[in-house]
Structure formats: structure tokens, C-alpha cells
């Protein structure tokens, strides 16, 4: 009887034991969770829900620094449209100096006239001279034909 009672005994000590370990687990858990949505809390996404002050900030701070990161983006965008509008002026002078260029075709200027005048490289000018020659009305091949 003794020994039923000692195992008895021992195997409550075990099940309080056991049932102490699992009530401390459940309290780091619970804890855990609570640091969690202290932390979330004391977010800036916490704190717009909340409407509380975060650390100083409040949600005009927070508007603010999202209107000056827009403010970057369209400063950015301002030089990328400058810029491009610098490469397109070059490019209409581009387009000026070629409509030089086949004015000064059209009047019989050679390659190497264009060349020199217009900056343009010998072969460049040698295929404006094809493309924009004026043909010789004198000696067209319906008159040998009549």
C-alpha cells in the first residue's frame, strides 16, 4: 500500500509539474503577443489608425514627408523632360543642316561642297546628291520615242 501510495504521490508531482510548465509557455506566449501589438501600435501604420502621435511625428509630419518625396519625383521628371527637350533641339538642327544640305543639292552643289557646309560625311552627301538631284528635263526618254 505504501508503494501505491509513493507513485501516487510521485505522479502528482509529475502532473503539477507538467501543468506548471504548460501554464509558463502559455505566459511567454501571451507575452510575446502583447510586444507584437505594442509594436504595431507604436507604428506609423499603428499610429495613422490610431491617430495618436508617433515619437514626435503626427500625421501632418507624415503627410508632409509624403508630399516631399512626390516633390523629388517630379523634380526628377522635370530634368529627365529638360533634358529630353535639350536632345530634341539638337535633333531639329540636325534636321535643319540636311534641309540645307538638299537646298544646296536642288541648286548643284557637290558632295564635297556639302561636306564642307553642312558637316556631313562624303558618303552621306554622295546619297543626297542620288536622292535630290533634279532631273535633266532637257533629255527626257519620251522625246527620243515621238
Do not use: Y
Not at 489608425?49 to 523629388?72: C, F, P, T, V, Y
Amino acid at each position: 500500500m505504501i508503494l501505491f501510495e509513493s507513485t501516487s504521490f510521485f505522479l502528482l508531482q509529475i502532473s503539477n509539474a507538467l501543468l506548471l510548465a504548460a501554464a509558463c509557455i502559455a505566459v511567454l506566449r501571451f507575452e510575446q503577443r502583447v510586444r507584437k501589438s505594442e509594436s504595431f501600435w507604436a507604428s506609423p501604420t499603428g499610429s495613422l489608425i490610431s491617430g495618436k502621435k508617433l515619437a514626435g511625428a503626427n500625421i501632418d509630419d507624415i503627410e508632409s514627408a509624403d508630399l516631399h518625396r512626390q516633390m523629388d519625383a517630379l523634380q526628377q521628371e522635370i530634368k529627365h523632360l529638360t533634358n529630353a527637350k535639350a536632345n530634341a533641339g539638337t535633333t531639329s538642327s540636325r534636321e535643319l543642316l540636311i534641309e540645307n544640305a538638299i537646298n544646296m543639292v536642288k541648286s548643284g552643289a557637290t558632295p564635297e561642297q556639302l561636306a564642307r557646309t553642312c558637316g556631313l560625311n562624303i558618303g552621306e552627301a554622295q546619297l543626297l546628291k542620288k536622292l535630290h538631284v533634279l532631273p535633266d528635263l532637257s533629255t527626257t526618254p519620251s522625246q527620243g520615242r515621238a
